[in-house]
């Protein structure tokens, strides 16, 4: 069953070593658990429902606990602590197009605020239920998940919205077609979700980020069907469909996507290579996003995060050899892990493997082969799973993204780093990045941070926001984008104006009224109203 307060199925964890556990102590010091409110205490907190009743709304208080959240750090501390500040008041599960349209049209007519809800994966805030006068709704879209034309000849497939993942991937597989979209969060983010929040998969250097796939679709907007045609390309004016990525849940519930497919590779192949520093891995994974080659994915983990990454791995036998091997070839302290690999047919993954080995030895590269990318593969949706236990041993994680062009690269780590490490006074915060998403200009950069959770919700509240300020400000000043892949909720909205001007902001506001003249599609999301 899905944790309530935490990440994933409950019947999985991560299983931190102990020398993991002394790695952080060394690092930030011992944790104290924190106590979170149990189920009961949190039901308690919940009021009663403002909605005037109708046949496709729950107001189950069970059911609006837990769609009161998403997955950012604030959404944890509240849904642990018992500080949610506002719950919905009632939850719809419609299954077909008509029953979105008429609980829009309920809503509008109630004065009701709608929450369009996905897969609650969102790490930015966007699905907090805003403290206001009028009730609020939350539509979930996990029984909407068909998958109701695949076009073989044009490959394009279209789905309900609601689809996760692993049901969208097991419906494409089974036709040999693959979309090859797999963010961290794929057990249970939706494709809607993923249009709406423009996601990043960790294969994206193949297949692109999701505004590459999403060739289509439909909007249930508060005043209408918004179609989105799935062209080839078109010089019809702005595209529309630049309008709903990123929306948010501000524009309407997207009901159906249409996404371009790809047939499922023959072959799957990820390799790992050490540098002694960032600066050479760096070097490297630039030559290799502007070589042309096409790789099916890199991720370079910097010298804080290889260490972190190793020292979570371990104790094993297998890896002090390694490292006694990689010390001897020049990569001690400050190397970097990069993982890259080949996704294809198997003729086109050996050649591009091999022209990609040629430029990473020319930066100092040290092959370690494929044991290590073999365990990344296996284990990648699986590290997402240490935030519960490092809660419960009283650390919080958090991580923080951007994107800029590789000339920033260097001191936009920096910079978000140093914030982020001396960004509360009387703590120690560890703080670790990788880059997973290249293009020929620029990178994005990932990075995580840990810290120890306060004897109080609001403590620790306090903490992550100072953290989180810290790093967003150094973000902004580095000429970043405030996300990548993660969007922009509540959490960045405060950052959004650096990035698109007082023109841009009107424009986006005007494109929100057009649609929902009453302000009742997830207010306060992505852009304050007035
Ligand atoms: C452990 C973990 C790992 C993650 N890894 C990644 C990653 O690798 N890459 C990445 O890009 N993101 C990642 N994320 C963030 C998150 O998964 C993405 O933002 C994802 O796109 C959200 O999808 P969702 O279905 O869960 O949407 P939700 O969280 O439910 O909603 C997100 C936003 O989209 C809106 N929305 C959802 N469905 C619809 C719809 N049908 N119509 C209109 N609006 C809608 C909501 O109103 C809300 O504003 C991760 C999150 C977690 C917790």
């Not at 695949?150 to 969208?168: E, I, N, Y």
């Not at 959770?453 to 926001?465: C, D, G, K, L, Y």
Request: aromatic fraction near 8%; charged fraction near 20%.
């Amino acid at each position: 069953m899905r944790r309530w307060n935490g990440w994933g199925d409950d019947a999985v964890s991560y299983g931190v070593t102990g020398e993991a556990k002394a790695f952080l102590e060394e690092r930030i010091g011992p944790g104290t658990a924190p106590r979170d409110v149990s189920r009961q205490e949190i039901m308690a907190k919940v009021p009663r429902s403002r909605l005037p009743g109708h046949p496709l709304v729950h107001e189950d208080v069970w059911q609006r606990v837990l769609h009161s959240a998403g997955q950012s750090q604030g959404d944890w501390i509240d849904i642990r602590g018992g500080t949610v500040p506002a719950f919905p008041d009632g939850v719809a599960y419609p299954e077909s197009e008509e029953d979105v349209r008429t609980l829009l049209t309920y809503a509008r007519q109630a004065g009701v605020i709608v929450i369009p809800y996905g897969g609650g994966t969102s790490v930015v805030g966007h699905l907090s239920v805003p403290l206001q006068d009028r009730p609020v709704l939350s539509v979930d879209m996990s029984r909407m998940k068909a998958l109701l034309e695949l076009d073989d000849t044009s490959r394009l497939a279209t789905f309900q919205a609601g689809v996760r993942g692993p049901d969208l991937e097991a419906a494409l597989n089974a036709r040999n077609y693959t979309l090859g979209h797999y963010p961290q969060s794929f057990e249970y983010s939706t494709l809607g979700g993923w249009v709406a929040a423009r996601s990043a998969g960790q294969y994206s250097l193949r297949y692109g980020k999701i505004e590459r796939l999403f060739a289509g679709g439909r909007v249930e907007t508060p005043v209408g069907r918004l179609e989105l045609p799935a062209l080839p390309a078109t010089a019809a004016g702005p595209d529309l469909r630049e309008m709903v990525l990123g929306s948010e849940g501000r524009l309407g519930v997207i009901t159906q996507a249409v996404v371009r497919v790809q047939p499922l590779p023959e072959k799957e192949v990820i390799k790992a290579a050490f540098f002694p520093d960032a600066a050479s891995a760096l070097a490297a994974v630039r030559e290799l996003a502007q070589s042309g080659l096409p790789l099916g994915m890199l991720r370079l983990s910097l010298s804080e995060e290889t260490e972190t990454t190793l020292r979570l791995s371990g104790p094993n036998k297998a890896l002090d050899i390694l490292e006694k091997w990689l010390a001897l070839r020049g990569a001690g302290e400050g190397r970097c892990l990069l993982l890259y690999g080949g996704i294809g047919l198997a003729g086109t993954v050996r050649w591009v493997l091999g022209e990609a080995w040629a430029i990473l030895k020319k930066h100092r590269g040290i092959p370690v082969g494929t044991p290590i990318g073999r365990a990344w593969h296996k284990n990648r949706f699986r590290l997402p799973y240490i935030r519960n236990e490092l809660w419960e041993m009283g650390y919080a994680v958090d991580t923080l993204e951007t994107a800029v062009s590789w000339r920033r690269v260097p001191e936009t780590v920096r910079a978000v780093q140093q914030a982020l490490s001396e960004g509360l006074e009387s703590e120690k915060v560890h703080v670790f990045t990788h880059l997973s998403h290249f293009y020929p200009q620029g990178a994005s950069i990932y990075t995580s941070y840990v810290f120890r959770v306060a004897p109080s919700a609001a403590e620790t509240r306090e903490r992550w926001q100072r953290l989180k300020r810290a790093a967003s400000a150094a973000i902004v000043r580095c000429g970043g984008t405030i996300s990548h892949q993660h969007g922009v909720g509540l959490d960045h909205r405060p950052y959004l104006a650096a990035e698109k001007g007082v023109q841009g902001l009107a424009m986006l506001r005007s494109v929100c009224r057009a649609v929902d003249p009453e302000e009742m599609m997830n207010p306060g999301k992505l852009i304050a109203e007035g």
